[in-house]
């Protein structure tokens, strides 16, 4: 049986990603460009959803990000339950995302606004260092 999905590669995801964390730490194209060895213009293409990386982009991009590459990849599913895979040391927002986003309850739409809604609050609520008061 043939796999015919030729969407491997779920590149909102992964532009969302690259955005996020470029923005995070003050970065331009060029300066991620620098450290992961994948040109400018290819980021712009990934982070505005058009680009098509190939596997040693997607495998830079994950690296930098320090992502799970399961995340940005679409399977084919036996059942309806994706799994979500993160990595322990993954940032609290990125695993609630993570979840909602496999959530079949919620639209991506929702998803994603609940997705900000997390991020604004825990950076809010959260304190330097995880200390308890």
Do not use: C
């Amino acid at each position: 049986m043939a796999f015919k999905n030729d969407n491997l590669v779920n590149t909102d995801e992964l532009g969302r990603a690259i955005k996020r964390r470029r923005e995070e730490l003050g970065l331009s194209l060029r300066d991620v460009a620098d450290v992961t060895n994948v040109s400018a213009s290819t980021l712009s293409r990934i982070e505005n959803g058009t680009g098509k990386p190939d596997a040693d982009n997607i495998a830079r991009l994950t690296g930098w990000l320090d992502m799970p590459i399961d995340r940005v990849m679409n399977r084919q599913k036996a059942s309806n339950v994706e799994p979500v895979i993160y990595y322990p040391h993954e940032a609290t927002p990125e695993i609630v995302e993570a979840h909602l986003r496999a959530d079949k309850n919620l639209s991506k739409e929702t998803a994603d606004a609940l997705s900000e809604l997390f991020r604004v609050a825990y950076k809010q609520f959260s304190r330097p260092g995880g200390k308890k008061r």
